[in-house]
């Protein structure tokens, strides 16, 4: 998170979209239960959902529920690959901007960016606390 964090400061808006939401997928992915399958591919909630219930705890699983809702909203895997103004179509299309009470003359990608970075900074703390202290 990071770099992600960083990317934002910078003004970076996709990437730094593209790399939290590669972080909360790689933290996921640790916590996969060894018996589910592994074919989420890059559905936040889909991996969210195949966590080990035990590794994870019910603690845990409540504390990223909110950070997955705002992830799976924010995030696609392909951002790496999209210029803000195609990003910002993106949000526009999937009604973000509607759905988020922005402060009038706001940058909207900007706000999107806030709120996924900080999403995935609680979602990877929340990962690194429950690995260090099973």
């Known amino acids: 998170m990071t770099d992600a964090n960083l990317l934002r400061r910078q003004g970076n808006y996709s990437f730094a979209m593209y790399a939290g939401g590669v972080a909360v997928e ?3 992915r640790s916590f996969r239960h060894p018996d589910r399958p592994f074919d989420e591919h890059h559905d936040v909630v889909a991996l969210f959902n195949s966590c080990d219930e035990e590794k994870l705890g019910d603690g845990g699983r409540k504390r990223l529920r909110a950070g997955i809702q705002t992830v799976h909203q924010l995030w696609l895997n392909n951002f790496r690959y ?18 988020a009470r922005l402060v009038r003359g706001a940058d909207e990608l900007k706000v999107a ?3 996924l970075c900080d999403a995935a900074t609680t979602i990877v ?3 690194e606390e429950r ?3 099973p």
Not at 82 to 99: F, G, P, V
Request: proline share 0%; aromatic share 14%; glycine share 4%.
């Open 82 to 99: 999209k210029a803000e103004e195609r990003l910002r179509q993106y949000l526009k299309d999937t009604q973000y901007y509607a759905r």
């Open 26 to 28: 790689c933290m996921l």
């Open 131 to 133: 690995w260090r202290t």
């Open 113 to 115: 960016c806030i709120e």
């Open 125 to 127: 703390t929340v990962g």
